[in-house]
């Protein structure tokens, strides 16, 4: 018991002393209590990523230092740090809502205690992915492409367009997509799209941030690429090509003065028609045209580029090539349609007798000029048959006594011209030239031309002298380039289908006239399988005037043999 007492003396005196000596610090704690620091404010609280956030608070005067406390829907505060600056980082798990506070402190001045201010008002913060840093391109008038830089702890995208009502979802991209092509767009129309990742965390998928004001673009309809402007019959034709999104184009044109502007002369619906005849253009003027393509988006029409220098035309009458009503086309020159043979540019046309085109030869590809003489005769029909069929043309070197008022042939010399195909002379009685005078020479010619100018309206061009037989004398008598060949069949004499088929497609190159009799129907046989043979190597069957159009030419009393590359 006593030494029960004693102990309790020892406590009662110890309080004693507590309390004299707490007597003594009363002042002292009332200054402490003036010394409380205030209380921060969070300013700014962010996810800076998917698992990083950063929180901001205001200055508090006289604090030494800030703590930051944190919590969860599931735990308690606890104290994360403690820090001079006014800002805090963290890594926190993603997708969780963490809920954060602070507090100011101060020291004591003998810097023994420290006195904490009140809690600032909590704010919570889940850690998302950052929004993608989005740019967008167009990909032709009406697609565009939105592209991403990547952020850390993506599980994916999603792309989005933002309406009127909010946002549509246009796709849901992976985690190593950067970029998506949006197709079915309009121009003319302003598109804004976004870019969200989302991760997917324990708290299962966590949307991410997303730039809000998103990327914007304007699709535009193309350029028009004007083609040309050239004469036709019935005015200024302006032709283009077709231009991608057009519903229709603008035709504009303007005159030659220093002050002239463009003006609208015409609308042109639908995408594929893509040319404009200006039949009020004034014959000697020259006009400028340009051409725009037109949309109509939301009931507003949108229109394309257009090339601002143009395509020129001075209308003139009468010049160049003309379609008429019937599709049919043709030449003016100065002096009436072209009929017969022409080089015009790089090609060879033949046309018609109303000057209508019938032919056209690339004498840049390959070309024979089959040749038949001594007819016509009975073969001969057959042999324009096939001809005829083909698509393709020849040369006949007709005999003048086979072709006049009383031969039963003449209509073959007829037919053959209306074909397109070629008729020469082969003097009038198949005489041998190198025996004849000057004059019997002349007179062979034009009894000759007189007969087949007779029966098919034209004179021939050319001549073959019979039997190949020649000299300087006859050169200079015929009047007309002398045709011979370099492909000899040997036809009359072997009379052989076979043997004529095969000497032809052995020896047949790129300029090659070939040498045939229209006498025989042997021949006629294997022309049946020459003349397709021939296009399907892919020559072209043309007559020697079209040959030799396209390979320099011909002149009077010179010879030609062949007319290779
Ligand atoms: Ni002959």
């Not at 508090?60 to 600056?85: E, P």
């Not at 549509?168 to 997509?177: D, F, G, Q, R, V």
């Not at 997303?210 to 673009?217: H, N, P």
């Not at 129907?521 to 190597?537: H, V, Y």
């Amino acid at each position: 018991m006593r030494r029960f007492y004693k102990r309790k003396g020892m406590v009662f005196f110890s309080l004693l002393l507590i309390l004299l000596l707490g007597a003594a610090a009363v002042p002292r704690y009332f200054a402490a209590a003036e010394q409380k620091p205030g209380t921060p404010v969070i300013k700014t609280i962010e996810s800076l990523d998917y698992n990083h956030v950063k929180l901001t608070w205001s200055e508090v005067k006289g604090a030494d230092g800030y703590r930051i406390f944190r919590k969860t829907a599931d735990t308690s505060w606890k104290r994360v740090g403690s820090y001079q600056a006014r800002s805090y980082t963290e890594e926190v798990e993603s997708g969780v809502t963490y809920y954060y506070a602070v507090c100011a402190y101060i020291w004591t001045d003998d810097g023994k205690t420290l006195i904490p201010g009140d809690f600032s008002q909590e704010r919570k913060i889940k850690a998302v992915t950052a929004a993608p840093s989005a740019s967008v391109k167009a990909a032709g008038w009406n697609s565009a492409v939105v592209s991403w830089k990547g952020v850390a702890g993506a599980d994916g995208y999603r792309v989005h367009r933002k309406t009127d009502s909010g946002r549509k979802t246009l796709a849901n991209c992976s985690a190593s997509a950067r970029s998506f092509k949006i197709e079915g767009l309009e121009p003319g129309i302003s598109y804004t799209f976004t870019v969200r990742a989302y991760a997917n965390t324990s708290q299962g998928k966590v949307w991410g941030k997303f730039d809000a004001d998103g990327v914007k673009i304007k699709l535009t309809l193309g350029t028009v690429k004007l083609k040309a402007a050239e004469n036709t019959d019935s005015g200024i034709r302006v032709s283009w090509s077709k231009t991608a999104g057009a519903q229709g184009y603008r035709v504009y044109r303007k005159g030659t003065s220093a002050d002239a502007s463009w003006e609208r002369i015409a609308v042109v619906k639908g995408q594929s028609k893509v040319s404009y005849t200006d039949k009020k253009a004034s014959v000697g003027k020259k006009y400028y045209y340009t051409v725009r393509a037109y949309r109509v988006v939301d009931s507003k029409t949108v229109l394309g580029g257009y090339q601002k220098k143009g395509v020129s035309c001075t209308r003139s009458k009468n010049m160049g090539w003309f379609t008429d009503s019937e599709g049919r086309r043709y030449y003016l020159t100065e002096d009436g349609r072209y009929t017969g043979v022409h080089k015009i540019g790089s090609k060879v046309y033949t046309f018609d007798q109303k000057g209508f085109l019938k032919r056209t030869i690339d004498p840049a590809k390959p070309m024979v000029a089959l040749t038949y003489d001594d007819g016509p005769s009975a073969s001969t029909p057959e042999i324009l048959d096939i001809l005829d069929k083909c698509d393709a043309a020849a040369t006949f070197f007709v005999v003048g006594n086979r072709v006049d008022g009383s031969s039963a042939y003449r209509s073959y010399v007829k037919r053959a011209y209306q074909m397109s195909c070629q008729i020469g002379n082969h003097t009038y009685e198949h005489k041998t030239l190198t025996a004849l005078s000057e004059s019997g020479i002349r007179s062979q010619m034009k009894k000759c031309d007189t007969a087949v100018k007779e029966a098919c309206g034209a004179l021939p061009s050319v001549m073959r002298p019979p039997g190949g037989s020649r000299n300087a004398a006859v050169d200079a008598a015929v009047l007309k380039p002398l045709i011979h060949w370099s492909v000899d069949t040997l036809d009359w004499k072997t009379r052989s289908a076979s043997q004529t088929v095969s000497s032809v497609l052995n020896n047949v190159k790129d300029g090659s006239i070939v040498l045939m009799h229209d006498l025989y129907a042997s021949t006629a046989d294997a022309s049946a399988k020459i003349i397709p043979a021939l296009i399907k190597k892919g020559y072209q069957l043309v007559t020697v005037e079209e040959m030799a159009a396209g390979r320099g030419g011909m002149k009077a009393g010179k010879r030609y043999y062949s007319f290779y590359r």
